[in-house]
């Protein structure tokens, strides 16, 4: 496991990236009520937002059916008590005087109530009466909808885009209010009373019960969001208290784990590991004994076991290294590193350790256990796994001197990252790809089958970084 140092050519395996320098989720901090808060204002607004403008839509189509309802009901008023009235046969077959008589009563008493345009439509499609002269006597094709209000009287009205050929005269206003039912002659002849309506009160009438409805939607919920508030803002700080206890119970944990390991590796140094140095000098005196008494085979049996004493010796004093590394903290990194590769050379693999002081002094503690911690958990794979005659550690500035780079690389059987992380087989990748991610580093391993391995941690910019 591991790569060739930053001189080296690149190895045939490519980069995987395990940590992207991004904290997991386990390292994300929780929301301060602050930014909780101006997140629900945000939220709020944009729901208030999406609110008045269904409540605008609404209000519109409310009042366009208010508005053509008022106009069906106004057209029904002026046609009983205005056009029914002054209707004649006369007019009906063309007289002038008719005619004019008819048109001073729709001047005087139809168009003063808002009305565009009156047209009294003969069933054939002829236009009887127009106020704009120039319909007078054109012939067009009436609407199925038309020809029905003849057939079965009603009164129809809607909101007309007047796209027909008939409403040459009144497309200068947009929309207007069509309305149109059956008068009939004196002589009992069907006529289509027909009225354009402005569609402005429509306008109008949208902005009275927009604000009103607007107004009474927003004001609830600015209430419900102030009496929401403070019940939300207590339970963010309860959820705060609650996360700022378990990270001092965890704390308290990882300090009473500190101390257990130094408890426990006092006791071993004091206890059974000098009690083994004591018993391997007892060992070796015994050997030299049976060597003088002639009894060669007994001082070689004695000298065996006086080594396997001391790789004994050996391993515990490896393992108080991992269980407590106080060099880390008495002599520094680079000592509590060298430390780290104590089990590899004892098994014959050549171990080179190259810390750049610089970017050792620019390293702050966190920083510090995070390259140690590792470190150890690479050296402890290559021991494992890798089957390497040599490995190195390098910890360099990075990026122009803004990062700390740590390169872990050895020259053993590698493996296929591709197949560890898809069969999540690979303990030491999660182990490692965990510590990379709670200290929001970037962690990159590149390795094939019987290529090596090599490991990249690349540690966040540090405060008063170099230059």
């Known amino acids: 496991m591991g790569a060739e140092g930053t001189s080296s050519p690149a190895p045939a395996a490519g980069w995987v990236t395990l940590a992207d320098g991004q904290p997991g989720e386990r390292a994300q901090a929780l929301p301060t009520p602050g930014r909780t808060l101006a997140q629900l204002v945000i939220a709020a607004l944009i729901v208030l937002g999406l609110v008045l403008v269904g409540t605008s839509f609404a209000a519109s189509r409310l009042a366009e059916r208010e508005a053509v309802n008022d106009a069906a009901h106004t057209a029904n008023l002026l046609a009983q008590a205005v056009i029914q009235p002054a209707l004649?046969?006369?007019?009906?077959?063309?007289?002038p005087a008719a005619f004019a008589a008819f048109d001073r009563?729709?001047?005087?008493?139809?168009?003063?109530?808002?009305?565009?345009?009156?047209?009294?439509?003969?069933?054939d499609g002829t236009i009887v009466y127009a106020d704009e002269t120039r319909l007078v006597g054109q012939k067009f094709t009436l609407d199925p909808e038309q020809l029905e209000v003849l057939t079965v009287?009603?009164?129809?009205?809607?909101?007309?885009?007047?796209?027909?050929?008939?409403?040459?005269?009144?497309r200068y206003g947009g929309k207007l209010l069509e309305v149109y039912r059956p008068v009939w002659t004196p002589g009992g002849e069907a006529l289509l009373f027909e009225v354009y309506g402005a569609y402005a009160p429509v306008a109008e009438?949208?902005?009275?019960?927009?604000?009103?409805?607007?107004?009474?939607?927003?004001?609830?919920?600015?209430?419900?969001?102030?009496?929401?508030?403070?019940?939300?803002?207590?339970?963010?700080?309860r959820l705060g208290q609650a996360h700022a206890h378990r990270e001092d119970l965890l704390r308290r944990a990882v300090d009473a784990s500190d101390e257990e390991r130094r408890r426990i590796a006092a006791t071993l140094h004091d206890g059974p590991v000098q009690e083994l140095v004591a018993s391997s000098l007892v060992v070796a005196g015994a050997a030299e004994q049976a060597s003088s008494a002639?009894?060669?085979q007994l001082a070689d049996d004695i000298r065996e076991a006086g080594g396997t004493v001391r790789a004994s010796i050996a391993s515990l004093r490896s393992l108080l290294v991992d269980l407590y590394p106080d060099r880390l903290a008495d002599a520094g990194l680079a000592a509590a590193v060298d430390d780290l590769g104590g089990p590899l050379r004892s098994r014959g693999t050549t171990v080179t350790i190259d810390l750049d002081p610089v970017a050792v002094a620019q390293l702050d503690e966190e920083s510090t256990r995070l390259?140690?911690?590792?470190?150890?958990?690479?050296?402890?794979?290559?021991?494992?796994?890798?089957?390497?005659?040599?490995?190195?550690?390098?910890?360099?500035?990075?990026?122009?001197?803004?990062?700390?780079?740590?390169?872990?690389?050895?020259?053993?059987?590698?493996?296929?990252?591709?197949?560890?992380?898809?069969r999540h087989g690979h303990f030491g990748l999660r182990v490692l790809t965990d510590?990379?991610?709670?200290?929001?580093?970037?962690?990159?391993?590149?390795?094939?089958?019987?290529?090596?391995?090599r490991w990249r941690l690349l540690l966040p910019d540090q405060p008063g970084g170099m230059p």
């Open 435 to 453: 510590l990379a991610e709670g200290a929001g580093a970037v962690l990159q391993v590149a390795s094939a089958p019987g290529a090596g391995t």
């Open 371 to 422: 390259i140690y911690r590792v470190t150890r958990e690479c050296l402890r794979n290559v021991a494992k796994h890798a089957g390497a005659c040599t490995v190195s550690v390098t910890l360099a500035p990075a990026g122009q001197g803004r990062h700390t780079e740590l390169l872990i690389v050895d020259n053993g059987v590698g493996f296929d990252v591709a197949a560890s992380r898809a």
């Open 153 to 170: 009287p009603q009164t129809r009205a809607e909101v007309s885009e007047l796209d027909r050929s008939e409403n040459e005269f009144e």
């Open 205 to 237: 009438r949208t902005s009275d019960l927009w604000r009103g409805l607007a107004g009474l939607i927003a004001s609830s919920l600015l209430l419900l969001f102030v009496l929401m508030t403070p019940i939300l803002w207590k339970v963010l700080d």
């Open 105 to 123: 009563v729709v001047r005087d008493s139809v168009l003063p109530n808002n009305i565009v345009r009156v047209k009294l439509w003969h069933p």
């Open 294 to 296: 002639g009894h060669a």
């Open 88 to 95: 004649t046969d006369a007019l009906v077959a063309g007289d």
